[in-house]
């Protein structure tokens, strides 16, 4: 059973950071791209970031360029979102999702064929 489950959300001051974690199960995300996408309350799901199966990285959002990075270990079947200087406005549920293919997409979400249940991230003082 293919699985994706997202960890690491929290509270957290403005200007702190964080790492997600998204954990793949039931398949091996050696040969898949992997995005991160997040939901704000009121609004529509966005593209964050994506990585692609040999490495490469693409942001879909200007506003977490030189904050976040996305990473992954196929080793630990594992996609990884550091998330630095983190703002009010970065408040929502970030999701991970996959599919099979190398290059990564265009931020739409019907190019993702597996997605996570969400982690909460909430910046608040």
């Known amino acids: 059973q293919v699985q994706l489950v997202e960890s690491g959300g929290d509270l957290v001051q403005p200007g702190g950071s964080l790492r997600l974690s998204c954990a793949a199960s039931?398949?091996?995300?050696?040969?898949?791209?992997i995005g991160w996408f997040r939901q704000a309350p009121g609004k529509e799901r966005e593209g964050v970031s994506c990585?692609?199966?040999?490495?490469?990285?693409?942001n879909y959002v200007d506003s977490v360029k030189g904050r976040f990075t996305i990473s992954r270990d196929n080793a630990k079947n594992t996609v990884y979102l550091e998330m630095n200087s983190l703002k009010p406005e970065d408040t929502a549920v970030y999701y991970c999702?996959?599919?099979?293919?190398?290059?990564?997409?265009?931020?739409?979400?019907?190019?993702?064929?597996?997605w996570g249940q969400g982690t909460q991230v909430t910046v608040s003082s």
């Open positions: 990585i692609s199966s040999v490495g490469g990285k693409m």
């Open positions: 039931g398949f091996t995300l050696d040969y898949y791209y």
């Open positions: 999702a996959t599919a099979w293919g190398r290059s990564c997409p265009g931020a739409q979400i019907y190019a993702y064929t597996y």
